[in-house]
């Protein structure tokens, strides 16, 4: 069996706050998904399936409670900020197997304004992977950063580029938490946070949400709108290996051939990517990993406008990004594919449109490069293609 | 730099043995019996043929570093600690475990420095294995 064709992105909704220090995170959840719905034309009573990631309660059921669902079917997969894309994946899966018709995927945070205790259990790595002083994503994203500097000669100013990239996107994007444009020498002038990746290498930190509503090719026919096909969807996690790590490709290695033998289609036919942004350096090793470029050449794909929008080689993160405009929750992923939906649809901003954007990739990258994470590749399509 | 915190790690009955040697200056490694490779981090299973056979032996205390950051501003425990290095060292014995570097001049740290395994003392039956640049 195969997601080619089964299922449809048909509803969008980004919360358009970065602030949200009067809401819940439950209501937070409520709004998004009532915009994704009304995006697509449809109802709560009519969604028959809810996903979400490990922090909106006690599994899912918290979030079916307060939605006053009572669908026939749920998932809660928990990759860090690339969840949604897998949801997307395991939503048409589940289509295709006639589990559900609508299904609806939420996420929603607040990491600037309200309390952000998002805990797991410990796995076996505990004592040994902690520790260290580790505060947060910057450290062990840095370690990844340098070892790609080390083996390929990668540069500061090569990773640069990618913020640059995205802030010139951003400023076309009201809603943008860094809504302007820096230069190379602002990227490499901003303080170190961790060696070698400055302040300005890392994304945003911002309260907020966004849903997305997949269903069936049937529903989607039954709407005015028009809905992005998925074509393929492809997941790896990638870990520490027994102490095996090679810090210098993530999983996208696995999961984008996946996504594209799904699709049928080669890196190639792209014509758009949200790649996931977390920081300058996630962008760099996952563009050559999905076959964009050699490996170790991202340093020089970047440079000279390669991911500017929309004439650059690979257009890329077309909202500003993590990097600018959003990053909801700490988490990504689901912006990935909101702008993914926007471009097909041809709702991007009119300065950053890719021309006939009939076929887009949308990557997730959850958890650390530094260790352990979640890598889910999403390729959509115009109902052409 | 002054000497970073050595905040205690939590400790199981998988790795208990681990952390007490620790505490005698010593670094347990585990190797599979039946497939002969080394593991990282101390576990029960093999994690290529999962067999419980697996034996710990003491490992050698040098490396070389893989990767390295300096973490500009820590924060909880660190946060008065100054610029601080976290690092993978790849293990004479194989693996590359996470830790910090040490006493050490940080402009001057690079991949592939020799570096040597040192213990501080948690004050609560553990030490954390850190290491500074080697000696020779």
Not at chain 1, 242 to 259: E, F, Q
């Amino acid at each position: 069996m195969t997601i080619r064709g089964a299922a449809y992105v048909a509803g969008i909704y980004e919360h358009p706050r970065r602030d949200i220090p009067d809401r819940t995170l439950f209501e937070i959840h409520t709004e998004v998904a009532l915009g994704a719905l009304a995006d697509a034309g449809l109802q709560m009573s009519d969604v028959d399936a809810v996903f979400c990631d490990g922090t909106a309660g006690f599994g899912p059921m918290s979030l079916v409670e307060h939605f006053g669902l009572r669908p026939t079917y749920f998932d809660s997969t928990e990759t860090g900020g690339s969840s949604y894309l897998a949801h997307v994946g395991h939503a048409a899966a589940a289509i295709a197997a006639g589990k559900c018709s609508v299904a609806l995927i939420t996420l929603a945070g607040k990491p600037r304004t309200g309390r952000h205790e998002v805990s797991f259990a410990s796995g076996s790595d505990s004592g040994f992977e902690s520790g260290w002083g580790i505060a947060g994503a910057p450290h062990t994203y840095a370690l990844a950063a340098q070892r790609h500097m080390y083996e390929f000669g990668t540069t500061s100013a090569q990773l640069a580029e990618i913020k640059v990239a995205a802030s010139i996107h951003a400023q076309y994007n009201p809603n943008a938490y860094l809504p302007y444009a820096v230069t190379v020498e602002d990227v490499l002038n901003s303080p170190l946070v961790a060696d070698p990746l400055h302040r300005l290498d890392c994304c945003v930190v911002t309260d907020g949400g966004g849903a997305l509503i997949v269903v069936s090719p049937e529903v989607a026919r039954s709407l005015g709108r028009t809905s992005a096909k998925i074509l393929g969807h492809g997941e790896a996690i990638k870990h520490t290996s027994n102490g095996g790590i090679d810090l210098t490709y993530t999983g996208a290695v696995w999961s984008g051939p996946r996504a594209f033998a799904e699709a049928g289609v080669s890196v190639a036919d792209i014509k758009y990517a949200s790649i996931y942004d977390s920081f300058t350096i996630t962008v760099l090793q996952t563009i050559e990993d999905l076959g964009f470029c050699e490996k170790g050449q991202g340093g020089k794909f970047v440079m000279d406008g390669g991911l500017v929008a929309p004439f650059g080689k690979l257009p890329f993160n077309t909202d500003g990004g993590g990097l600018c405009n959003n990053h909801p929750s700490n988490r990504g992923g689901i912006t990935k594919v909101i702008e993914a939906v926007r471009q097909m649809r041809g709702e991007a901003h009119p300065s950053v449109q890719v021309p006939n954007c009939q076929i887009s990739l949308a990557h997730g990258t959850g958890g650390s490069l530094g260790s352990k994470h979640g890598s889910v590749t999403l390729i959509l399509g115009q109902e052409d293609a | 730099m002054t000497m970073l915190p050595a905040p205690a790690p939590a400790i199981n009955s998988t790795t208990a043995e681990f952390w007490k040697a620790t505490t005698e200056g010593r670094f347990l490694l585990q190797r599979c019996n039946a497939c002969d490779i080394v593991l990282w981090f101390p576990r029960r299973n093999c994690p290529k043929c999962w067999t419980e056979d697996v034996s710990t032996f003491d490992a050698q205390q040098t490396g070389t570093i893989y990767s390295f950051t300096v973490v500009r501003k820590g924060t909880g425990a660190f946060k008065d600690a100054g610029p601080f290095v976290i690092a993978y060292v790849e293990l004479a014995d194989g693996p590359r475990i996470m830790t910090n570097i040490v006493d050490c001049d940080i402009d001057a740290l690079h991949v592939g420095m020799p570096v040597e395994m040192v213990f501080h003392d948690t004050g609560e039956g553990s030490a954390l294995y850190r290491f500074r640049p080697a000696s020779r």
